[in-house]
């Protein structure tokens, strides 16, 4: 994706808005609009735009108008399609896809089974990298795909990195995407809104049932599935690693932070993942360092100090270079 | 002359009744159809609209409007709804009939499918029992107007004679 692409995409977002907020959206910059990552609606107060090192109060000839449901209800229908009855599932989990891919977080009034009386949204615009998975690919599969975990704090682009890489990887394994929150392929009545090569693309349901219906009916190579959070769905990647199939996953945190979380430990210890990835925002470009699993952990080697080394569990991972 | 101008000022009165009954029937069958969509087959509102064709009648022309200026004009429902609202006046209802539609309509596709679906069984309550008042109201009078136009017009024409 070029800049046009980035900035067709803050189009298309900023065209979810009514009008008056619409004109406070284009009073970015150029500029700004292409490095635009979200848009932040919360009743009663100005929209916010989030750009990459900060945000920014939107105006419209110099004043900020704030917002109302009835612009909050406005964009809902706007992505909609004047149909939010049929976002059901999604709305559920707190969030509606729109077309193009944009993602739009939803707050208010939950009731176990919905969200009503809208109180904010933020609409992350969709922006895909191409090509950014082909080196990462490359440098971690010199013998074929290994099982890995892409590690990273929130915002650093995960899931662009993990849809890339999905769309490298297909080019020449079945690969089948476990969508659960229609983030990685987006696919709505259109298709998918990203580019994701020749994935096939399950959405919606939780991660667990999708990839049993993955593995009984598209006997794929890799699954792909984003943030592992529930026992269950711990559960059936073990069951499926076991029969022969290969994940790509992604961890909201630090490599560091797998041996805190119970289900990312028991998943190390397993052996499932033998590959890590880690992602750094460095002064606005992104670093993406590689780690091979290198055997188990003993006391002898554990005193050696060694920074190109993570110690995860009961292995360690040892830093690939190109 | 007078007693034609006064028979026809009770004629279309009693007209206007009717045609205010089948325009209430009319809406009020297209709002049940639109709420069963949306709750049972969680309809998308473009394909919604085309359900409403069946039913013949008002609603059937007003939505198949709202319909076409959706898919021409890209527009939202609610947009498209605003831009229409004349018809229903145009149909025979009165402002307090388009109030409740309107009211109705507002949430199509804008709220979740049990909401719609409250919203909608109010603005329903509100018209049939107003379909009910007006359906009595033209069998005790209908026949009247008409007959005291008629007697009026002869009165008059009498009396200026």
């Known amino acids: 994706m070029d800049k046009r692409d980035f900035l067709k995409s803050f189009h298309t977002a900023a065209g979810l808005l009514p009008e008056r907020l619409w004109r406070a959206a284009f009073s970015l910059e150029r500029e700004q609009q292409i490095e635009c990552e979200e848009l932040r609606l919360r009743l009663g107060r100005p929209m916010l735009a989030l750009l990459g090192d900060g945000s920014e109060v939107l105006r419209d000839n110099g004043a900020a108008p704030t917002v109302t449901r009835e612009d909050l209800e406005t964009v809902l229908a706007n992505a909609t399609k004047s149909s939010l009855h049929t976002y059901g599932q999604q709305l559920k989990r707190g969030f509606v896809t729109a077309d193009g891919g944009h993602r739009i977080g939803v707050c208010g009034e939950y009731t176990g089974e919905t969200v009503r009386a809208f109180s904010s949204l933020n609409i992350r615009i969709a922006k895909q990298m191409t090509g950014i998975g082909d080196g990462v690919v490359k440098r971690l599969y010199p013998e074929g795909f290994e099982s890995t975990l892409i590690a990273a704090p929130p915002g650093v682009g995960k899931t662009t990195l993990l849809r890339d890489m999905a769309r490298t990887l297909s080019m020449t394994m079945n690969v089948s995407v476990a969508d659960e929150r229609y983030e990685i392929a987006a696919c709505g009545t259109g298709g998918a809104a990203f580019d994701i090569g020749m994935c096939d693309v399950l959405s919606g349901g939780s991660k667990s049932e999708a990839v049993e219906m993955l593995i009984r009916s598209m006997r794929p190579d890799v699954i792909v599935l984003d943030e592992i959070t529930a026992e269950e769905d711990a559960e059936a990647v073990i069951r499926a690693a076991y029969s022969g199939c290969s994940f790509l996953t992604a961890l909201h945190g630090s490599a560091e932070e797998l041996d805190r979380r119970m289900i990312y430990r028991r998943l190390m210890q397993e052996g499932i993942f033998t590959r890590i990835v880690t992602i750094e925002n460095i002064g606005g470009k992104r670093q993406y360092r590689t780690y091979a699993s290198g055997g188990e952990r003993n006391a002898e080697n554990d005193r050696i100090d060694n920074d190109s080394r993570l110690v995860l569990g009961n292995r360690y991972f040892h830093e690939q270079s190109d | ?161």
């Open chain 2, 1 to 161: 002359m007078i007693a034609g101008s006064c028979s026809a000022i009770g004629i279309s009165m009693n007209r206007a009744i009717k045609k205010r009954i089948s325009s209430l029937r009319s809406f009020i069958s297209a709002l049940q159809i639109i709420k069963a969509e949306i709750v049972f087959r969680s309809a998308p509102v473009p394909q919604l609209l085309e359900t409403t064709d069946e039913i013949g009648g008002a609603a059937a022309e007003f939505f198949k409007r709202i319909g076409e200026r959706m898919q021409t004009r890209s527009g939202s429902f609610w947009q498209a709804a605003q831009h229409e609202a004349h018809f229903l006046m145009e149909s025979g209802l009165n402002a307090s009939d388009s109030k409740n539609i309107f009211h109705a309509l507002y949430s199509v596709g804008r709220y979740d499918a049990a909401m719609q679906a409250d919203i909608i069984n109010a603005a329903l309550r509100h018209l049939e029992s107003e379909l009910k008042r007006v359906e009595a109201e033209a069998a005790q009078k209908g026949r009247v107007y008409s007959a005291m136009g008629i007697t009026a017009g002869i009165v008059l024409a009498l009396a200026v004679i």
